[in-house]
């Protein structure tokens, strides 16, 4: 069972003379507040699963490993996994940043501009 996480003070409290003190922010609104961020949290990943999608392995590979590892690789090791020069790498990289920008519609590139990207 997932255990209610809310902030401290918007739950109630037993005051010492042992009467609830209910907070002017109910636990109601404690609860539909972590719903909401729950819901806004999952929202978010679907975002991000959408454009990481429309990349190819190797530039899903280099997002994942650069920026959504619990502890992010560096350049070199990357590089190094890819069987590429250092300087390819960053190339790659920044054409994979570029392709899951405009697929998350965050950024529009004209033909020209991605053509001088890479």
């Keep these: ?11 109630p409290r037993i005051t010492s003379k042992f009467m609830l003190d209910i907070p002017s922010y109910s636990l109601e609104m404690a609860v539909i507040k972590k ?3 729950e819901n ?20 899903r590979q ?21 069987n590429v020069a250092e300087r390819t790498f960053h190339r790659m990289k920044n054409l994979a940043l570029v392709k899951l920008a405009v697929a998350l519609r965050i950024a529009v590139f004209r033909e020209e501009e991605l053509d001088e990207i890479s």
């Excluded at 069972?1 to 739950?11: R, T």
């Design 35 to 37: 719903v909401d961020s």
């Design 62 to 82: 280099i997002i994942v490993m650069s920026y959504l590892e619990d502890e992010p690789y560096f350049a070199y090791q990357i590089a190094n996994e890819l």
């Design 1 to 11: 069972m997932k255990k209610l996480a809310a902030e401290e003070e918007y739950l």
């Design 40 to 59: 806004e949290y999952a929202n978010l990943v679907d975002y991000l699963n959408r454009g990481l999608k429309k990349l190819n392995v190797t530039e």
